[in-house]
Nanobody, 119 residues
Framework: VQLQASGGGLVQVGGSLRLSCAAS????????MGWYRQDPGKQRELVAT???????NYADSVKDRFTISRDNAKNTVYLQMNSLKPEDTAVYYC??????????????WGQGTQVTVSS
């Protein structure tokens, strides 16, 4: 499985961006998907996740501003980011948690896309 993230860029405070993450493979619908972000010198942190059944989870810092969604027909997960703040500046990574059988899973990471929010 390979993940290709896109959609990052430079945006002003209060602006919006939509990130996309396209996955290879034929079983995307069974993956749990997530977006994480990392600022230089800081640990990677969870932004939002969406399960294979559509359940969503958000970090408190992005609730009511970001929306995660998925299109299984397109093998793609999205992150709609509104009301962006300077503290949202980071490299954003998508991740897939893939079932491997016998109750085990593995995590695959995409390459990251830079989001910069200027004040």
């Amino acid at each position: 499985v390979q993940l290709q993230a896109s959609g990052g860029g430079l945006v002003q405070v209060g602006g919006s961006l939509r990130l996309s993450c396209a996955a290879s493979g034929r079983t995307f619908s069974v993956y749990d998907m997530g977006w994480y972000r990392q600022d230089p010198g800081k640990q990677r942190e969870l932004v939002a996740t969406i399960s294979n059944g559509g359940s969503k989870n958000y970090a408190d810092s992005v609730k009511d501003r970001f929306t995660i969604s998925r299109d299984n027909a397109k093998n793609t997960v999205y992150l709609q980011m509104n009301s962006l703040k300077p503290e949202d500046t980071a490299v954003y990574y998508c991740a897939a948690r893939i079932p491997r059988g016998w109750g085990s899973t593995s995590v695959v990471w995409g390459q990251g896309t830079q989001v910069t929010v200027s004040s």
